[in-house]
């Protein structure tokens, strides 16, 4: 009796770690990237990872320099047929336009309402940057962040009907968890605007608000009715955006990093900025080649324009991944 | 025999479990602020963590939530008889003077260079901001980082002999490792410059650099000799301080802090900021009124003016620290 007894402890003490084990194992085996297609492109991913993380490794790297920077406008989630914060500021424009008759006669305004948007867009960066002004300012920063989780929820893609951040890439949520599972601390760099960014990105993408740098308005710190706030003022601050992206990671990480993904011109600097570092460096370029699931679009796109990085990507040991050939699936909701 | 082998690996099994239990307990009991005296400073700060972490609790927060920012000069570390940073940077015109001939006779740098520091500071700020963009400006980012790594490594405090990084606070040393053990992320937000906290930060208070918030200078992405660096111009980027303060909070963590520790007017705001929110806050103060083993001053200080914080601690409900009745120990090098 006493044997069996003691049989059944053993027994029982033995199973969770028996399991724990196979747990263990089973993690280890498992693809971390399941969307991506096996080959050069997967491999060289791995690689590197395995290799910067490995103890012994010529190419270790502590875990304190294992900083990841990602662009979001066309690396992390679509960007066409306009980047999603415009529609974002279009439908403001819309829903403020009662409490503004002016802008019935004035330009870019008129066009936007009137849905004309050749002419919008002929205004060119000032109109662009008008319209950026008057939706992102004078709104305090926790009515913003309201407007923009509201805006999230409702509005949709004019092409897929999905909400916008419905359209991110898979195969990229699975870099990210993997570069994460692998203690690398992983960052947005985007010429996007912080604010409006950061009330979704850790819910989507996993990424705190902390760890989203981006472009910026000023802000001002002022009591209203007695209640201290932090006012949004239709001032540009900082835009992180080409050189500025390099100079980004400086001010608010203070690291260079080591791995770093981008899809445009606009991330050549930061991603030069990486890969001219000492030690083992990696540089990823998204090559948007999917005219079927997603779009296609590089050298003379007004959106995202690639030319000089797909240029120099053989000189820097870019990886371009060819997002029809790499990747199984590009949206999560294919799943 | 069958039995006794039994025995034997239900012991050896139920060993580890069982000390692994005992480790737990010892670290759950043992005390987190050891040098902490006994009293309501010390009760006030295990409260708020403890209902703050427990589950269940009507003061919970989650864990995206626990964002605690710290002061630097003052807070974590001295900064009498005068600020760290200024010690720096006068070190750094004397080191500089041979290839400035002109300033033997132009101030503030004739004054400094002569040691006559009443002159230099008859100068005000501006002579202060002059001083700050000659010793910060015109070196590239890693350059300047080996400069302070440097200067830290070898200078030292006029009145104590010690290190600089040698004066930090060993209660807020156990107070930061506290909060991060019950998974706050520590920031420091300071008015000082963050490339020159920055490089020891991590080391010193375990804060990494991205947790590092500051006044900054203008930063340039280019190519020296072919080569990308980040250049640091002689120019103010943002000042951190008083108003900024929240404002900075903004710009680079995004969310609101629930907890708060400064120690002069300068972190009025971002004590108020964190203060006015809903739910659970604690703000800060440390108050320095020990003359023997640190320095006393508060509302008349020209450093670390401590005026309106003390006038309306109880209305925000602020815990002022007395550094010499609550403080066992002031330093880590008291050991």
């Known amino acids: 009796m006493k044997n069996r007894i003691l049989l059944a402890i053993v027994v029982l003490l033995v199973i969770p770690i028996f399991l724990h084990a196979q747990q263990k194992q089973k993690t280890v085996k498992s693809d971390p990237l399941p969307s991506w297609n096996t080959g050069t492109s997967k ?11 490995t103890e012994g490794s010529d190419d270790f790297i502590p875990v304190a320099d294992r900083i990841a920077c990602f662009d979001n406008d066309g690396t992390l989630w679509s960007e066409q047929p ?44 000032n109109a662009l940057m008008q319209i950026m002004m008057v939706t992102h300012g004078g709104l305090t920063t926790e009515e913003f962040e309201k407007t923009v989780t509201d805006w999230m929820a409702t509005a ?20 990210l968890n993997y570069l994460r599972a692998n203690d690398y601390k992983t960052f947005i760099v985007s010429g996007g605007g912080v604010d409006f960014i950061r009330p979704w990105a850790e819910q989507t993408y996993g990424i705190p608000p ?18 201290p706030t932090l006012i949004k003022l239709p001032e540009i601050n900082f835009i992180d955006d080409k050189e500025g992206k390099p100079v980004g990671i ?46 296609v679009y590089d050298r003379k796109s ?14 820097y040991n870019w990886l371009v991944v060819d997002m029809k050939a790499d990747w199984k699936m590009i949206y999560p909701f294919e799943k």
């Not at 491999?43 to 993380?53: D, E, G, L, S």
């Not at 949709?156 to 870099?175: A, D």
Request: no cysteine; aromatic share 10%.
């Open 250 to 295: 400086h001010q608010y990480i203070g690291k260079r990093p080591v791995f770093t993904a981008g899809n445009s011109d606009g991330d050549y600097a930061m991603l030069q900025w990486t890969s001219t570092g000492t030690g083992p460096r990696f540089g990823m370029i998204v090559h948007h080649t999917d005219s079927s699931r997603e779009w």
């Open 210 to 227: 902390y760890q989203v740098i981006g472009s910026t308005g000023k802000v001002k710190y002022d009591t209203l009715n007695g209640k």
């Open 43 to 53: 491999k060289a991913i791995i690689n590197f990872v395995t290799k910067t993380t």
């Open 156 to 175: 949709t893609h004019p092409q897929t009907g999905k909400h916008y951040n419905e359209m991110i890439f898979e195969p990229m949520l699975e870099l």
């Open 82 to 125: 306009m980047y999603f914060q415009l529609a974002f500021a279009i439908d403001r424009v819309k829903a403020l336009a009662p409490q503004h008759p002016e802008w019935k006669t004035t330009q870019p305004f008129q066009a936007l309402l009137e849905g004309d948007m050749k002419t919008m867009m002929a205004g060119g960066e």
């Open 302 to 315: 007004h959106i995202g324009k690639l030319d000089k990085g797909l240029d120099d990507a053989l000189k």
